[in-house]
DNA sequence: TAGATTGTTAATCGATTAACAATC
DNA sequence: TAGATTGTTAATCGATTAACAATC
């Protein structure tokens, strides 16, 4: 395989790309999954800019952030290119996953196709519940959260899921700081504060759905 | 209660708030609710700003385009904020939601309280099943696709969530545009295609880990 | 009044788009 | 070669921040 040209190492001084930048990548993983099974071998800046409702330019322009991974008079090659795109959002590799709270959300997340088809694996739950600690669901063991830290550990856990009521959320938000994790996804209505060294992602459904009825709301022709 | 004074209607010539603005809105009302609830009766740019992580200058800017919602010396009345705020986003209704797909996440979407806080109530449930359809679940209906049309109108719905499998999420969004769907939120790891009439928001779970993953992976001092 | 904080204007910053030489 | 499409530079556009007069 072709290695082709990098950019300033994304470790390094000034790199700092944009938090839009990264979330298109990811888009832009999933159609190129979508071309390769109906099986296309190349795609090019336009045709992912429509199929995505981004310009041809933006398409360029976000990859040119990382790297040269086009040929100029055919495009991109898909398997080339999604094997770039994961090797920059880092799932090209497996990642252990814990999820806190074992509540709706947590089983159905737990569940949840889609997180094993890219890269993710829920390798540990956790509860305050005693009725399912020490259980198995979906073939994962389910832990009391005072063993958080060393089950992070022992399993190598970077990343945790935080499907927790919102009132209990910071709490364990603090619990899996200090064990150590580096990245949450927060599913609770709150805003966690943690350390600047850790990552934070927060997806509030119903805020989803406000984005929605505003649109709706507020269309151009509906007063 | 003391109206204040509003901009040009939204549903005006150069309306077009950005996104971004939207989604920070729902952020407001959210951490104004917490306010309210810890017996806060008022709270200012500054404090909001500090709760989320935006300047004071960003929400004060936001809350611009919509009017004037604060008193000078004295910060906003969060009450009425979050009555100004919820009339923005046009939750100071009951909006009835359509529910597409009763897998895993359908169900423990059917059983978050979170959205019957902030004004959403899953009104009817839709799947292909036949074991599930005529039956209730959490108290709601499970109608067979064929009549989204049907029901959609009897119920005055005009938000769906789409909780299907990827390959089938375009099949249901298109049935759903021809219910006369205005708002679509979409689970399914797919771009849907929808005329500009009808508004869309994409959740897709395992693109928010992809995020974590890029952002451990690209820490400063981590190579 | 003095102090606090707004709404808004102007300045800065960053992101998107357009255009095109370089490349295959 | 002619045609297509990239990567990149420059131009445009929009969003964020800073600053401050107006207000309570």
Redesign the interface.
Known sequence: MDERKGKP???SPE?A?P?AV??R???Y???LQ?LVNDGNATTNSTQLGT???FTDAQVRKDLANFGQFGYPGVGYRCEELIAAIKK????DRF?P?AMVGLG??G???L??R??G????RIAATFDVDAEKIGNTVEGVEVFPLDRLAEVVAAKGI??A?VAVPAASAQAVADSLVAAGV????NFA???LALPE?V?R?G?????????????????????
């Open positions: 190492s994304p470790g790199s790309v938090r990264v979330s990548l990811s888009l993983l999933r159609e979508h199929l995505l409702g920059i959002l880092g799932t990642w996953v709706n959300l089983r159905a997340l569940r949840y889609g997180f088809e890219q890269g993710f970077r990343l899921i580096e990245g949450v996804l209505p709150v805003t060294r990552s992602v997806v509030d459904l119903a805020i989803e759905l406000e984005q929605l009825s505003f649109a709706v709301v507020n269309r151009p022709e509906n007063p």
